[in-house]
């Protein structure tokens, strides 16, 4: 028979510092007041607390119910359902490996073993300096440049064991780490404030970006109805697309020829209104 350990019923959170609270409820009027319906801000209130301690608290849960009158039963719910959202102190850089099926093929298992083995901690632990949070993740809808590594949501593209292992031991050294695209990266505390919904305000950081790669936008372009032949980026060390000659496509990226016996619907180029 299981043991059942029922345990005492927690006491309510400590309420935050006077100084701090008034802080946040600035902070968290602001917030509420950009929707119609108060409990909708619960997903930014929540990074705005996780900004505050670098992780979800019951403190933090606790204030997100009461400004959003919401049960604490509520907020918990949530808080828990959302990986982004942290339940234990974790470290400055949250770094995520995707094992999701195709980075997994093309390295991200053996990333993920090499980080463990390297930072002697496991899936969701935190290096003894504080500095490294290890996970694996699932697909980060960048899959053009698997394997992929996520650093505090940052991405790092087509890394290997051994890029990823100077990524973070630069990051434990406080050595400058600039993502392969998109802005540059903060830690996980100033990327919870962000995502809470405040003005990003590093130079150069609203004006960066990093677009889907290549293969991800044919479908954009199929369904556009652009008739232009579709292909897939080049292998890893060639040229771009657009510098090499024009080869065939990639069987399962352009419009593929209907059967024969099937003349009443003809290949051709998807339009928006789904018609060839
Ligand atoms: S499988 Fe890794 S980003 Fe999609």
Partial sequence: MTDVQLGMPQLPPPDYPADVRARLEAD???VIARYPDSRSALLPLLHLVQAEEGHVTRTGMRFCAEKLGLTT???????????MYRRKPGGDY??????????????GDAIFDTLKRHLGVGNGETTGDGKVTLEHIECNAACDYAPVVMVNWEFFDNQTPESALRLV???RAG?????TRGAP???YKETARILAGFPDQRPGA?????????????GLRLARGETGPARVGPPRGEPPQDERPPEHPSSHDAPQPTSASDPEHPSGPVTEEGEG
Avoid: K
Wanted: hydrophobic share 40%.
């Fill in 73 to 83: 039963a509520e907020v918990t719910a949530v808080a828990t359902f959302y990986t």
């Fill in 28 to 30: 968290a009027d602001e």
């Fill in 94 to 107: 949250q770094v995520g490996v995707c094992t999701n099926t195709l980075c997994a093929v093309l390295g």
């Fill in 175 to 179: 050595r400058p780490v600039e993502p």
């Fill in 206 to 218: 609203v004006e960066a970006s990093g677009g889907a790669g290549p293969a991800s936008l044919v």
């Fill in 169 to 171: 031991d630069d990051l």
């Fill in 185 to 187: 990266l903060c830690t």
